[in-house]
């Protein structure tokens, strides 16, 4: 067992799973509510990615784990990996230092990782797809690795510089950044409504615009790009209007 961030004031103590019986019995709820997202959001991915950059899926939703070429079925994607790294970069005395750790598990690890997006690919100086350049810097990865990570902060303005700086170690660009602290703190204050809970932070006028006027926003016809907005958008739709986990992949 590990724990998963320091233990002062400002932090709430976090474990990672998998856990023994006896620790699940005896942990706090917010501590089985950490320990159950993160099992669910590797779950997701392992069911998801068959799902990547395709049109919406017609009903009904698959309820099998599928496979893809050269993809183990059941395997997780670098969004897990990411995250993972991310939380574990938590560890560390300041945000600064963090972010330079981030960047040092990444480079030590980029051979375990499949599905690595523009945005991370460039900074470790791997090849980009030219379609996929415009993205580099604005790209979703940074909200995606780092959304968990706000269950860990009692305090929102903590979180801001912590989330600030692990974001901003691939992906340095405004929106990316604002979307990645919108989403942090909808983890971080998961007792209030997703959306009054990303209002609340100081975000670029263009995110806070959409996520006002959400209700006539409508997702792509050919599925969610990479963009770190249109991929918010998406999480707080599929939120606000599922009341199952099946619900949430229809």
Same mark, same amino acid.
């Given at each position: 067992?590990?724990k ?13 799973? +998998? ?52 993809? +183990? ?68 990865g ?23 700086a ?15 602290l ?10 209030? +409504? ?24 409508? +997702? ?14 998406a ?16």
């Open positions: 067992m590990r998963w961030v320091r233990s002062d004031d400002h932090f709430c103590y976090m474990s990672v799973i +998998p856990v023994a019986p006896s620790y699940w019995e005896r942990a706090s709820s917010l501590e089985q509510r950490t320990m159950l997202a993160l099992l669910a959001y590797a779950a997701g991915d392992a069911y998801g990615f068959q799902c990547e950059f395709i049109a919406r899926i017609k009903p009904p939703a698959p309820i099998t784990i599928g496979t893809k070429l050269g993809w +183990p079925a059941g395997d997780v994607s670098d969004d897990t990996l990411l995250t993972r790294l991310s939380i574990l970069a938590l560890a560390a005395q300041t945000p600064m230092q963090a972010q330079a750790d981030f960047i040092g598990s990444l480079q030590s690890n980029v051979n375990k990782l499949r599905g690595l997006g523009p945005t991370t690919r460039s900074v470790l100086g791997l090849p980009v797809k030219e379609r996929e350049l415009p993205q580099v810097g604005s790209s979703n940074g909200m995606m690795r780092t959304a968990i990570c706000g269950i860990a902060f009692s305090d929102p303005t903590l979180r801001r510089v912590w989330i600030t692990l974001t901003e170690a691939t992906h340095s660009q405004t929106p990316a950044r604002d979307c990645a919108a989403l942090a703190a909808a983890y971080g204050e998961f007792d209030r +409504p997703i959306r009054s809970a990303i209002l609340a932070q100081e975000l670029d006028q263009r995110i806070r615009e959409r996520i006002e006027n959400l209700d006539s926003w409508i +997702p792509p016809h050919d599925g969610i790009s990479n963009d770190s907005l249109d991929t918010l958008s999480v707080v739709q599929v939120v606000e209007s599922s009341k199952s986990v099946l619900d949430t992949r229809r």
